[in-house]
């Protein structure tokens, strides 16, 4: 049985940090291209930072200098170090796997930086 599991969300201030996680299990995570995905109040999903299966990372523009997307593959785990927040990062987080045939989803975790 495939999950992904994502922990580590919550209520944080502008400027805080948090890391999010994503435990994952039920598939060779070896071949999976690992990302996360956010989606806030009234909008539609954006893709916020992506772990290739090669160890090269990509963010948003949104996020970029601020987050830090990393991968355990010991773990079959990867996460993601969110810096400086602000209130336009407040959305659910979710962790999303990749693969040229399957793809899967977390089922989220809800990030909220207001003061």
């Not at 090269?56 to 990867?78: C, E, H, L, M, Q």
């Not at 979710?94 to 693969?99: G, I, N, P, S, V």
Request: glycine content about 12%; proline content about 3%.
């Amino acid at each position: 049985q495939v999950q992904l599991v994502e922990s580590g969300g919550g209520l944080v201030q502008p400027g805080g940090s948090l890391r999010l996680s994503c435990a994952a299990s039920g598939f060779t995570f070896s071949n999976y291209e690992m990302s996360w995905v956010r989606q806030a109040p009234g909008k539609g999903f954006e893709l916020v930072a992506v772990f290739t299966i090669g160890g090269t990372t990509y963010y948003a523009d949104s996020v970029k200098g601020r987050f830090t997307i990393s991968r355990d593959s010991a773990k079959n785990a990867i996460y993601l170090q969110m810096n400086s927040l602000k209130p336009e990062d407040t959305a659910v987080y979710y962790c999303y796997a990749r693969a040229s045939l399957h793809d899967y989803w977390g089922q989220g975790t809800q990030v909220t930086v207001s003061s």
